[in-house]
């Protein structure tokens, strides 16, 4: 349904931020390990 919709763009909008973050701190990971 419509809630479905919004669900699946909320989850892809925070699932790309969590990605863009993790891209981000991944050589800083890299480094300390």
Request: proline share 3%; aromatic share 22%.
């Amino acid at each position: 349904g419509y809630n479905d919709i919004i669900m699946v763009f909320i989850g892809s909008f925070f699932a790309t931020k969590h990605n863009l973050f993790a891209l981000s701190i991944n050589p800083i990971y890299k480094f300390v390990h």
